[in-house]
């Protein structure tokens, strides 16, 4: 029979651009198509059918010219082809489950392809008939749960999941596809789950079941109860939530890697490019070449597994990548009971225990750091729409991150330090940061120069005030964390305040163009609340007291900055608008910072008249802070320390949304023909038949 | 059984043992032994006496290894004064001649003594054990001082003439098996249970006891003594006044395998505790000693281990570790590898007290053993890989899942049940438990990381390595294993793997990890705590409910009512806020607030801000108390050191303890179960720490000593864990830092360091600082010089909180000492930092330190022996450096100065002092070490 076939593949290679010949398998397609009953001639139609390569193209043109009157006539011997394809998945012999598989790839698609208007409800019908749908799914997702678990071949387990992924994204918006339904009610949520805590499975697989159950989860999520949200939510083995990080962990190195290296080979041509470069604060020509594909898909799945799940968390600082966990098992060989000690000094045997990989040069990491280092690649640039939505990811989960308090927990820890080598993006004012110089320090450190970094660096006409908005939420949800347990961050706060200074002078000179599209005092409310933090609370976490000296110094120094946006903002509020409540509010948040200011600068003036120095050093400008303190009396601020926690509902629910759609669209475009075909999958299992 | 094909060689090794009977007994002229089957005789006669013998032993018959053993011959005199017997170490005081009359004079009185156990025997049991035993109580109130003071060797010998009584008494009560009560351990022994120790025995002990002379202890009958005629010795043996300590050195020194053999049973009536600390010297004498002490202990042995999982696995890794200095041909057949093999094939599985309920558990070992080296391989590994590829790993995963039997039942489904509850798929893996096993797969898991860390470059990898393969082995935790340095029964919970610290070594990887435990009843039998996850850390419930708040999550979240939650949308987030409400790290918000406060239950009001908030009117604060408050803050821990990264472990050793382990407790998810506690050890992979080990009970024994004289010297011997001959654990010395990295963190002499850490020279802090300072300076450098002590650079002096410094790193001792470069001349380290410390040259706190010198030395003096004892013994077939050279344990005992009026010895004291004050080898030493390991 296997000759039979691959004759069969030969003569459509060939003859698939020129020759009318048909293969077998085509004119089995047509009889399907035809009105009759295939089997009725041919008991072993179906028998036979599976044996032949699947011609995807063919079926799947086939369906989608299928005229609205044709449906209901070949309604049947579809419903039969589905039945059969169902049955096949069942049989022992793995090139009828191979081709099943790929029929019902084609069928989902060509159904849907040609349905594009149609309701849910024709194309099950069509697929499967309305009365038989239920069993005819439960049927299938039972089969595909057993070879995903079963001890079936790799290969065949991936197109297990290509199928689903295809099943998955055969519409555009994922909750229109009405036969997920089924998959709700028959998950397979414990297939993937197996996938993942395997440490072989997870590596061929891995990828795919992540994208799967991330898909899966945005399944009508926001109208009904979504079983994999549930169920993802509660899952607390951690060799299985650890794949899962490695998955998405493997996927972001990747990116980086190849960010990285494409970085490098545009350095000559970047360089070059760089003094030509008059008037523009950014280097767009390279953007171009760097931009590598962002990986929204994985992103997505790290955002679910961190938001549904407390467990995750742990992963995030847990996972090592190098070293993978579950592989050490096959290779261990620890020393047999029977071998006496004395033949080999006892140190030895014990030493015989191969964990893990061992390389000098490879640096610890942990799934965090991998997405720091992403999302500081994808947030230099956000004009890219896609890139756009990666940076606004990366940022909710760095929210969920920042709310969680285990992950500041281990942020903050003071025994869990790295180095953390972001990227910058190119800078003309500014030189290309040496990674070599990176200290080691808490990971928080890192989280806050990310931060800063994005303050920097997209101070843009096109202002992508909701990326900032987070910015500012994520640095004030670390800094409540710090005031709640008192941990004295040893972190150059200094920058930070320059660049939220920088920021507020940028919402200034540019007022008229961003309020036509921005609140901008909401986020000029936020950043004066930061420093209102540092003001009334920096006792609480600020590393030395000198810190707090500097504060005031960058203040007063800066007080230009404060002084106009209060003018601005007293301004707006007291003109009737749609701004004068925001901008009162500002006003009010200025009341400490603008007391700093008339207290010190009259100070600081007289000062240097006293001493006859036109120009203070910032030393002596410190120590007339530090002497005139006490005169000073501070407003308390109510709810400095409190914060709206995150919630997707409803505020994120249409970034999702779109989201999962563009996702959709592009896994439906992975998830190729070509990968579903592969001749590995036939010269697998033509030498097991 | 695992010996069968090594047994032929057991037997030709034995035989030739006996032929070649230990020249000590031969030597001390045969002449003087009447009878014909002492252990000198031919060995051709040893076989015909068991067999003769047979009738005498029937009733005892389960366990001819403690057969009686009633050839007695001078027992060596011990722990007394010396100066009353001058002839030196016992060994070669028994070929002397002057003592070899007596010895045949002892000899025939001997017999008498023999013929009295023969009669008495025949007569049956009308002669219960206990008149003696009152009559000899007695005796020995009245000699106690005697005893104490001198040995007289005639009296000695005496005494030995009754230990054939006391023998032959012994043999009556076992048929009494419930009389006193070391004969609990005997019937232990006798117990059907105990079938593994015989079948094992069957093999070394029958085929030994065949050559083995002993049994013509037969008895011949003479004239039964008079209570007058109650031997010394046996009075000794019997008083108060026979400790542990007493007893090794009898072992040890006597050649009669009728003391020997006494010794070995009356092992059994001694506390565990008491014999556990003279564990290295039992075992270093039964690898390295005559086979009859060895078979004196080995039942002994064999019992402990039986009864103990501990004290298996202590016993392993000892035997492990001093067998190594043998020859490897020799090694493999030695009877301390065996006994290690025997331990290890977990054999001895504990026996519980109703016998047949372990027998069956005994057959169902013996029987998968028999399944060929696949079922063992896999046993032993755990379940086949196949069955638990979800599992991380297999072999690991095992070793939390194996509980013993007891426990199985009532502990292990649940835990199956609770892991699977959120992946299905997963199946529990049980499998036959071996007992041993967690415990070792823990250790070598910690070996391994050891090992591993080595090849890393930087301080900076080797942290974070350890901190990432430690957070790895956290995922097996809870576990059925313990830290062995730690005293009360516990389980492993958590490895808070952050707190863990790479520590100060130029090549090899020393490591303090701190090791999170829950106290429990006996960690054999208790169940296994429940795995808490990571993230649950804040919520003070049980982890039962935990887990069943989970559990009904799961259930109820499908079907739960979506509520458009304020912060979350998932159903069952919000339904079981009780569960996830636990965002009050560090306990600083009460649990209800977290739950009622409606949309942030994260943020939590200062003081301050809740006086806000209660009354509308605005609040104001003055800058300056900001500012104040922030540098008071910060002036409060002004001592903890700058993180390093050449020094990662300077700041985790300066956090004062209970501030660490409310930290960590805080930390960690089990940290509200009230049997929470925290523990650190120290591994060391690469180094032999069988000389920290003799140190370590060097300094315990002096340590009891001064305490017994009530000398206040101050010691800190820290416990030390042998694994193998270049591996182990250290009980870290709590809320300590070396003076090195106290020098380079805080740039301060050593008194200014006190000053700022104590208080002017005038608080009571200060004094009390100081006077500790002095006493612990006193015992160390007594220490130092008794031991000679040597590598004294300031990495290796630590000083705690308190003011005491301890010396640690024994690495060079006796007899060696660093590159033979010919540093340290000086008796002990005394810097002139140190005598600043201690007020200087003439300041009453160093009249004080000299003469707490003189008062230690001479309390020191007066038990010599018991110090001598230890190091004596582990010279024993050892290689260890300290022993290099054939004077080590004389030079040691003249340090002891016994010839020296306390006069002489207060000059002596003096001349130390004086000569390190002096010396300035040990400030050439301190740059020599400076330049070369840059330690300051």
């Known amino acids: 029979m296997s000759q039979v076939e691959k004759k069969a593949g030969l003569l459509r290679r060939t003859s698939s651009s020129k020759k009318p010949l048909k293969e077998k398998v085509v004119l089995m ?82 159904v849907h392809q040609k349905n594009k208007s149609a309701s849910g409800f024709d194309i099950i019908n069509m697929l499967m008939g309305f009365d038989k749908a239920e069993q005819r799914m439960k049927d299938l997702m039972e089969r595909l749960d057993s070879l995903l678990c079963g001890d079936s071949s790799e290969s065949l387990k991936s197109l297990c999941l290509k199928l689903l992924l295809c099943l998955v994204t055969v519409t555009d918006n994922i909750s229109q596809n009405t036969i997920l339904e089924y998959v709700m009610i028959n998950s397979i949520f414990e297939a993937i789950l197996q996938i993942l805590s395997d440490a072989s499975s997870r590596g061929q697989h891995g990828y795919d079941a992540v994208v799967l159950l991330a898909l899966l989860v945005n399944y009508r999520k926001y109208e009904s109860v979504n079983p994999y949200i549930v169920k993802l939510s509660i899952v607390d083995d951690e060799p299985t939530l650890d794949g899962m990080g490695m998955v998405v962990h493997q996927a972001l190195t990747e990116y980086n ?73 096959t290779t261990t060989t620890p020393t047999t009971p029977t071998t006496p000690l004395g033949t080999t000094p006892p140190s030895l045997d014990m030493m015989s225990n191969p964990e893990l990989p061992l390389d000098p040069n490879l640096q610890t990491s942990n799934l965090l750091i991998t997405f720091l280092k992403y999302a500081s690649i994808v947030m230099q640039d956000t004009k890219d729409e896609h890139r756009l939505n990666s940076a606004r990811l990366c940022l909710i989960i760095l929210t969920c991150i920042a709310e969680d308090q285990y992950a500041d927990a281990f942020l903050h820890d003071d025994n869990m330090n790295f180095r953390v080598s972001l990227h910058r993006m190119p800078m003309r004012h500014r030189k290309k940061a040496v990674d070599k110089n990176i200290p080691s320090r808490p990971l928080v450190c890192a989280v806050l120069d990310l931060m800063v970094e994005f303050i920097v660096t997209h101070m843009m006409k096109d202002f992508p005030m909701d990326l900032y908005l987070r910015c500012v939420q994520i640095i004030h949800k670390l800094l409540c964390y710090q005031k709640k347990c008192r941990i004295r961050l040893h972190y150059t706060w200094r920058e930070l305040w320059s660049a939220l200074i920088n920021l507020l002078k940028f919402l200034l000179s540019n007022e008229t163009t961003l309020l036509a599209k921005h609140n901008i005092f909401h986020l000029a409310l936020l950043v004066v609340n930061l420093f209102n933090m540092f003001i009334t609370y920096g006792d609480t976490f600020l590393p030395t007291s000198n810190s707090y000296d500097e504060l005031y110094y960058e203040i007063v120094r800066m007080h230009q900055v404060f002084d106009n946006l209060y003018c601005m903002v007293l301004r707006v509020s007291t003109n009737t608008g749609q701004w004068k409540e925001a901008a009162s509010k500002v006003t009010h948040a200025l009341v400490n910072v603008r007391a700093i200011i008339n207290h010190f600068n009259p100070k600081i003036e007289s000062y240097a008249a006293v001493n006859h120095i036109s120009q203070l050093s910032e030393d002596q400008v410190l120590e007339v802070v530090r002497s005139n303190y006490d005169t000073l009396t501070l407003k308390l601020q109510d709810g400095l320390d409190q914060f709206e926690r995150y919630s997707e509902q409803p505020k994120e629910a249409a970034f999702f949304k779109e989201l999962v759609r563009s996702i959709s669209l592009n896994v439906r475009k992975n998830v190729s023909l070509n990968t579903l075909s592969q001749d590995v999958l036939l010269k697998e299992f033509s030498t097991i038949s | 059984m695992a010996d069968a094909e090594g047994s032929p060689a057991v037997r030709s090794l034995r035989l030739s043992h006996s032929a070649q009977p230990p020249p000590p007994a031969s030597s001390s002229s045969p002449t003087t032994f009447s009878c014909p089957s002492s252990p000198s005789s031919a060995s051709s006669s040893s076989s015909s006496c068991s067999e003769s013998s047979s009738d005498f032993l029937t009733h005892h018959h389960h366990h001819h290894h403690r057969h009686a053993r009633p050839q007695l011959q001078l027992p060596p005199p011990t722990h007394g004064d010396q100066a009353s017997s001058p002839s030196a170490s016992p060994r070669s005081s028994s070929p002397s001649g002057s003592i070899g009359s007596t010895c045949s004079l002892g000899s025939s009185s001997a017999s008498e003594g023999i013929g009295s156990g023969g009669t008495s025997s025949g007569g049956g049991d009308q002669r219960g054990p206990s008149p003696p035993l009152d009559v000899i109580s007695e005796d020995a109130m009245e000699m106690d001082l005697g005893v104490e003071q001198v040995i007289d060797p005639e009296v000695a010998l005496k005494a030995c003439q009754e230990v054939l009584l006391k023998v032959k008494l012994q043999d009556d009560q076992r048929q009494h098996p419930a009389d006193v009560a070391e004969r609990g351990a005997v019937t232990q022994l006798i117990s059907p249970d105990a079938g593994s120790i015989k079948e094992e025995d069957e093999e070394d002990t029958d085929t030994l006891s ?285 490895v808070p793997h952050t707190q863990a610290v790479v520590l100060n070594s130029k090549d090899k990887a020393p490591y303090i990890i701190y090791v999170e435990v829950l106290d429990c009843d006996s960690f054999e039998t208790s169940p296994v705590p429940v795995r808490i996850p990571e993230t649950r850390i804040r919520s003070a419930r049980s982890a039962e409910n935990l887990d069943c708040s989970t559990a009904a999550n799961g259930s109820s979240g499908m079907t739960s009512e979506h509520r458009t939650g304020s912060f979350c949308t998932v159903p069952n987030y919000d339904n079981d806020d009780e569960a996830w ?60 050191f700058r993180r390093d990264p050449e020094d990662p472990s300077a700041v985790a050793l300066k956090e004062p303890w209970e501030e660490k382990v409310r930290r960590i407790r805080e930390a960690s998810p089990y940290g509200h179960l009230h049997t929470w506690r925290l523990l650190s050890v120290i591994v060391k992979c690469g180094d032999d720490l069988r000389q920290e080990l003799l140190a370590y009970q060097v300094l315990r024994q002096l340590q009891s000593i001064w305490q017994q004289e009530r000398v206040p010297l101050w010691i800190k011997p820290y416990k030390i864990l042998v694994m193998s001959s270049d591996s182990g654990m250290i009980e870290p010395v709590l809320n300590a830092v070396s003076l090195h990295q106290v020098r380079k963190q805080s740039q301060l002499s050593l008194l200014d360091y006190f000053l700022q850490e104590h208080g002017s020279f005038t608080t009571e802090a200060f004094l009390t600082a100081q006077r500790n300072f002095v006493q612990s ?137 004086d000569g390190s004050v002096r010396s300035i080898t040990t400030k050439l030493y301190d740059s020599f070490q400076y330049v070369t390991n840059g330690i300051m």
């Open chain 1, 29 to 110: 397609y047509d009889e399907i198509f035809a009105k009759e009953d295939p089997a009725k001639n041919n008991p072993r139609f179906w028998d036979e059918l599976f044996l032949m390569k699947v011609n995807l193209e063919y079926l799947e043109s086939k369906l989608e010219s299928v005229d609205g009157e044709d449906v209901q006539r070949i309604q049947d011997n579809i419903n039969s082809l589905f039945h059969h394809c169902v049955q096949a998945l069942g049989e022992e012999h793995q090139i009828k489950v191979v081709n099943a598989l790929q029929t019902l790839c084609a069928l989902f698609r060509g």
């Open chain 1, 257 to 329: 890697r190849q960010y990285k290296d494409k970085e490098e080979e545009n350095q000559g041509g970047f360089f070059s490019t760089l003094t030509s470069m008059v008037g523009s604060m950014f280097i767009a020509d390279a953007d171009e070449k760097l931009s590598v594909q962002t990986n929204e898909a994985i992103l997505l799945a790290l955002y679910e597994a961190v938001h549904l799940n407390r467990n995750f968390i742990t992963v995030l600082a847990q996972s090592h990548p190098e070293i993978d966990i579950a592989a050490t098992p």
């Open chain 2, 210 to 494: 065949q050559p083995d002379p002993r049994p013509s202890a037969r008895p011949e009958p003479f004239s039964p003594p008079s209570s007058s005629k109650q031997s010394w010795l046996l009075r000794l043996f019997e008083s108060k006044l026979f400790d542990v300590s007493m007893a090794i050195s009898y072992l040890y020194k006597s050649k009669e395998p009728g003391v020997q053999a006494y010794i070995g049973n009356r092992l059994f009536s001694f506390l565990d505790s008491e014999v556990d600390f003279y564990l290295p010297q039992l075992l270093n004498m039964y690898v390295h000693m005559d086979t009859e002490v060895g078979d004196a202990i080995r039942p002994y042995l064999i019992h402990r281990c039986s009864a103990s999982i501990t004290f298996s696995l202590l016993s392993a890794w000892l035997l492990g570790a001093y067998s190594s200095d043998m020859h490897i041909s020799t090694q493999r057949h030695s009877r301390g590898t065996k006994l290690r093999k025997l331990i290890l094939s977990d054999e001895l599985n504990p026996a519980p007290s109703d016998s047949p309920a372990s027998s069956p558990s005994h057959r169902r070992h013996r029987h998968h053993r028999h399944d060929g080296s696949n079922a063992e391989a896999s046993s032993m590994f755990g379940p086949g890989q196949g069955q638990a590829e979800v599992f991380v790993s297999p072999s690991r995963r095992t070793h939390q899942r194996s509980k013993s039997d007891a426990t199985m039942a009532s502990n292990g489904p649940g835990a199956g049940l609770r892991r699977t509850g959120s992946n299905p798929k997963v199946e529990a893996v049980h499998e036959e438990p071996e007992r041993l096993r967690p415990q070792r797969e823990f250790i070598k898991s910690l070996l391994c990381i050891g090992k591993r860390l080595a090849t890393l470059p930087t301080k900076e990898q080797k942290t974070q390595r350890l901190i990432s393969e430690l957070s790895l082995l956290n995922h097996k935790l809870p576990a059925r294993v313990w830290l062995p340095t730690a005293e009360h029964q516990h389980h492993v919970c958590r």
């Open chain 2, 581 to 640: 409400a636990t965002d009050d790290i560090g306990q600083l918000q009460v649990e209800m607030e977290a739950q009622t406060s409606s949309s942030d239950n994260i943020s939590q009001f200062s003081v301050d801000s809740i006086t806000s908030l209660e009354s509308k009117e605005p609040v104001f604060i003055a800058a300056g108390d900001i500012r104040r408050r922030l540098s008071e803050n910060l002036a409060h821990t002004p001592t903890a």
């Open chain 2, 777 to 913: 300076c006193a015992g160390y450098s007594l220490i130092c010089y008794l031991l000679q002590v040597k590598d004294r650079h300031n990495g290796n002096i630590l000083l705690d909180s308190e003011g005491h410094i301890i010396h640690i790193d024994f690495g060079f001792i006796l007899s060696s000492s660093p590159r033979n470069l010919g540093f340290e001349t000086s008796a002990f380290k005394l810097t002139s930092e140190f005598v600043d410390v201690m007020g200087g040259l003439n300041g009453d706190m160093f009249n004080y330190y000299k003469m707490l010198m003189l008062q230690g030395l001479i309390a020191a003096r007066k038990h010599m022996e018991k110090v001598l004892q230890i190091v004596e013994i582990m010279q024993q077939g050892s290689h260890l450096p300290c022993f290099h050279g054939s004077s080590t344990i004389r030079s040691l005992k003249d340090r002891f100065h016994m010839s020296l009026t306390e006069e002489q010895l207060q000059l002596l004291v003096e001349q130390l002092v």
